[in-house]
């Protein structure tokens, strides 16, 4: 097999015959990414309602449900609500303490079964016991970490009490989230992707972030739109206004 | 400059330019030693030989102030890839980017350069334009063809669907892949006919050949013309 | 496609594309619905210009040092867990893979869709070497069934009918489906979802991988891409070394961007950003992460006039204006990737002599320069190509020739007068009405199907004395 040195070799030999077609330059990062983190957010605190309309706009475009709740007491009845009305009773959620709010007392009430990831307990036993559980599942409900306006996209960091699969193998996807996660623009994503890549231990437990935008979906069958082809079938976020 | 397929299988496109130009007020020359632009060895790859004939044109044509042209893929070959031809001689070059400079296709000369937008033309009849693909993605030209063609008061001008869609011909493509060819030009003439237009414009004697060379195979009441023939009222019935 | 295939030349390919009724319907049906979700898209996104061209200069900025992009990008990897490998060549490359699945005790492996892994016939050498590699992408799914190769860079199948796929499902599945997308969608959610709960790996592509983080970006709409990178114990990516781009504030330009120009989306469902294999705190997630770092060919091309065809961002827009791949479909093509952007790219990974023909299919009409995302300028380097294939001697001589003949006439007038007159002599037994029919040889090929003008009786020349 080539080694390194030989393969990068031969491309920098390459690179050294020309100049190249035009002068081109990359995209300019931030430069403290953190601080202009950090601007983005206080911009957004003041423009969180006009956000929030576009992504509503944006997000009900590709086929998302949007509902909103005064505060996190009122989520676990949305969700009791959506489970009723696609005569489903099984849920898999985030860890609690990750989401900031505990379904499992409403919705065992209703004989719903719920399986939360917990945080700390990552051993192969409770591995494959929470594939298994996801697996059956068929409303996962986590959080969501940034939630961008102008494409209406979800956007979720994996990690510890933050599964990966939650929002990607129950025939129904719900994320709850508050006016601080709100952006508007792709580009204020990549700022804050910047700031978070600066530190990673501290701000990323996990390896993985999806972009969420709307169901799973696909057109390879004369390009004709369905929905659910690997992953849900919806996509439901819950907007709490209570900051 | 008449064009190789203009000078030899379309003579009535370049008459009715000439007088059209006289018309509006212009002296008319043509140096009689031109032959082509050499754009068909150009996208063939031969580009030892399109330099040639290049080099040739360019001196040719020394000294007029405009040079006018009835195809907007021979005015592109001049304006864009002539100077990059010549580029290894430096009096050559010079010479090709002056000549680029006073080049233009014949609608973007009547409307930019004479800044005319009205023609008075006896033509009576529904039109459907194509846009040539050198024009509209070469020349990024659409507008000053449609411009005059809606001006003749007795032209009512139907926009043609997928207008900008190219009719197959592709210089020796059409000869290369002759089927390829026509089935693309089938598309093309389908939409053509459903427009129910009488005459099928378009401003480049290579796409009059493919386009019109279809519809008379296949019977079709369309006649395809050039611009310059509405424009100059020369068109038989 | 089998060298058997290739053996037919290229026009009889394109030939029998042309009298394939289904294919035509297909091909019809799904391009043009592909130019309208692209048109509508851009038309709403004034932005879009600019960043086409912040796009391009990235890539071709990126190109400039892409030696201390891929270092940077493999440190990082490595950093965070994953091992990465250097495949020179398509043998190298599908060998790492082997290797790897002999070691881990690998029997089944799970794939998103990557045309990367099609270049080097992956799949095939997983087979023989007794891996069972299990397409998840409902069009590779679809021609994995039926045995094919893909026929367009973004969907597979775009080839097949509803129809045909019914078929192919009832037939392949047995079971009896409609011809119901819907009914089919859902077929193969159930046959692959337990495929992805149990496969050893996952094997992918890479949409763009990030070097300042050592992140492998996927972009995809149906949730295959995710599983196939969360639920195996091993993940591998096969990335051409072109994909590398510096950082995620670059990244976010061609997101803006790709999505819209493939499928008119604004984003797809699921833009998935990998970073190592898992971290201790995930339940989920690999245990191992390999990138496998594709050449196969594209370092030649840097300094060479494809070099361009290195910023493609692999969207199959060009595919779905050209009047070409409109009308024969991918499969006529005979390589793994179709349309214009294929044709630069079956020269840069099989050379030259490849594209002897594929050089020439294509009017130059430019409209795949138009909508590409990164402003390829692929109807220039099809003319470079042609050039190429006059200089290396590849062209036939008899063309050669002829064309060699025809800048004699054009550098001659009295020559160019001499051939006019010869012409008008010979077409007489030609012409109806003006106009020729049933010419002989290479004019043939027009006459079949197309009148010609006859020669002038007076050429404009002829007639310029009267005129002026």
């Given amino acids: 097999m080539t080694a390194r040195a030989e393969f990068l070799d031969r491309i920098r030999r390459e690179v050294a015959r020309t100049p190249g077609l035009f002068g081109a330059a990359t995209a300019p990062r931030p430069a403290q990414p953190a601080a202009a983190a950090e601007t983005v957010r206080r911009e957004l605190a003041e423009r969180w309602p006009q956000a929030l309309d576009r992504f509503r706009l944006e997000f009900e475009r590709v086929a998302g449900v949007f509902h909103r709740v005064a505060d996190l007491g009122a989520v676990p009845d949305i969700l009791v609500r959506i489970a009723r009305e696609r005569g489903a009773g099984r849920f898999v959620t985030w ?8 379904a499992a007392p409403v919705l065992t009430r209703e004989g719903l079964t719920v399986v939360a990831a917990r945080a700390g307990q990552e051993d192969e036993a409770s591995r494959q016991r929470h594939r298994a559980d996801a697996a059956a599942a068929q409303i996962g409900v986590t959080g969501a970490d940034l939630v961008l306006a102008e494409t209406g996209t979800l956007v979720l960091l994996s990690g510890s009490g933050r599964p990966r699969s939650t929002s990607l193998l129950p025939d129904v996807h719900v994320a709850v989230f508050g006016r601080d996660r709100l952006v508007e623009t792709l580009e204020q994503v990549g700022i804050v992707l910047e700031s978070l890549h600066v530190d990673p231990p501290r701000s990323m437990s996990g390896a993985m972030i999806n972009f969420i935008t709307g169901p799973s979906r696909t057109a390879d069958i004369e390009l004709t739109l369905t929905r659910g082809v690997h992953g849900p079938k919806e996509v439901h976020a819950i907007f709490v206004e209570a900051p | 400059m008449i064009t190789c397929l203009g000078d030899v299988f379309f003579p009535e496109v370049g008459t009715a330019m000439v007088r059209l130009l006289r018309r509006l007020g212009v002296e008319v020359g043509f140096p009689e030693a031109q032959t082509c632009c050499g754009m068909p060895l ?83 009849g529904t039109v459907t334009y194509h846009d040539s693909c050198h024009l509209l993605r070469g020349l990024g030209e659409s507008r000053a063809p449609r411009t005059l063609l809606h001006s003749v008061r007795g032209v009512e001008l139907v926009e043609l669907p997928g207008a900008d869609q190219c009719c197959g011909f592709g210089g020796s493509f059409s000869v290369r892949l002759p089927e390829v060819s026509t089935a693309i030009l089938d598309r093309k003439l389908g939409n053509v006919e459903a427009t129910g237009a009488r005459c099928l414009v378009a401003c480049d004697a290579g796409c009059l050949m493919q386009m019109g060379g279809g519809l008379t195979r296949r019977g079709s009441r369309v006649k395809a013309v050039h611009l310059a023939q509405v424009l100059a009222g020369e068109v038989d019935a | 496609m089998s060298d058997a295939a290739l053996r037919v030349p290229f026009p009889e390919r394109a030939g029998a594309a042309l009298k394939d009724a289904f294919l035509q319907e297909a091909l019809t049906i799904a391009t043009t619905k592909f130019i309208d979700l692209r048109k509508e898209s851009f038309a709403g996104f004034p932005q879009g210009e600019a960043l086409r061209d912040r796009a391009r200069a990235i890539k071709e900025a990126t190109l400039q040092h ?4 891929l270092e940077r990008l493999a440190d990082n990897v490595e950093r965070v867990g994953g091992t990465v490998h250097w495949a020179t060549s398509a043998d190298e ?196 992460l390999h990138l496998v770092l594709l050449d196969n060919g594209r370092s030649r ?41 294929g ?62 003949l025809f800048r004699r006439l054009l550098l001659s007038p009295a020559a160019f007068r001499l051939s006019v007159r010869a012409g008008r002599w010979l077409q007489r037994p030609f012409v109806h009405a003006g106009r020729l029919r049933g010419l002989p040889l290479l004019f043939g090929s027009w006459t079949r199907t197309r009148d010609l003008p006859a020669v002038a009786s007076r050429t404009f020349r002829e007639q310029w004395k009267d005129l002026r």
């Avoid at chain 3, 070099?307 to 479909?329: D, F, S």
């Fill in chain 1, 95 to 102: 860890d609690p303490g990750v989401l900031g709010f505990d």
């Fill in chain 2, 42 to 124: 150009f996208n063939s790859g031969y580009h030892h030989d399109a330099a040639q004939v290049a080099a040739r044109t360019v001196k040719l044509f020394e000294g007029f102030p405009h040079v006018v042209v009835p195809s907007g893929s021979c005015a592109w070959m001049v304006k864009t890839e002539y100077p990059g031809l010549l580029r290894g001689d430096p009096g050559l070059r010079a010479a090709a980017e002056s000549l680029a400079r006073r080049t233009h296709e014949l609608s973007q000369f009547i409307v930019d350069v004479l800044g005319v937008t009205t023609i008075d033309s006896p033509f009576v």
């Fill in chain 3, 66 to 69: 892409l030696d201390t992009h």
């Fill in chain 3, 93 to 288: 490359a599908r060998e790492i893979v082997l290797r790897l699945c002999r070691d881990r005790g690998v029997r089944m492996a799970v794939k998103s869709k990557s045309m990367a892994t099609e270049e080097i016939d992956l799949n095939e050498a997983l087979e023989h070497a007794g891996v069972t590699p299990v397409e998840t992408d409902l069009g590779e799914y679809i021609i994995q069934l039926a045995h094919e190769k893909p026929s367009h860079i973004i969907a597979p199948a775009i080839h097949k009918t509803k129809g045909q796929v019914a078929e192919l499902f009832s037939r392949e599945l047995h079971g009896e489906f409609p011809a119901d997308p819907e009914i089919l969608t859902a077929v193969a959610r159930r046959a692959l979802r337990e495929k992805f709960l149990q496969a050893d790996m996952g094997i992918t592509g890479a949409n763009f991988a990030v070097a300042d983080t050592g992140t492998i970006v996927l972009v995809t709409n149906e949730g295959n891409g995710r599983m196939v990178t969360s639920l195996p114990r091993i993940h591998v990516a096969l990335m051409g070394i072109e994909k590398v781009i510096p950082s995620m504030t670059d990244l976010m330009v061609f997101l803006a961007i790709l999505a819209r120009s493939a499928t008119g989306q604004k984003l797809s469902s699921y833009t998935t950003l990998v970073r190592g294999p898992r971290r201790p705190g995930e339940l989920e997630g690999p245990e191992e």
């Fill in chain 3, 301 to 341: 091309q840097i300094a060479s006039t494809l070099r361009e065809a290195l910023y493609c961002l692999r969207c199959g827009a060009c595919l779905n204006v050209c009047p070409v791949y409109r009308q024969i479909g991918g499969h006529a093509y005979g390589h793994t990737y179709p349309g214009p952007i």
């Fill in chain 3, 343 to 404: 044709i630069l790219l079956t020269a840069m990974l099989k050379g030259d002599r490849s594209v002897r023909d594929l050089a020439h299919a294509s009017s130059l009409c430019g409209a795949c320069k138009d909508v590409c995302p990164v402003r390829i300028d692929i109807p220039r380097m099809l003319i470079e190509l042609r050039e190429h294939l006059d200089r290396e001697k590849i062209a036939p001589w008899t063309e050669r020739a002829v064309f060699r």
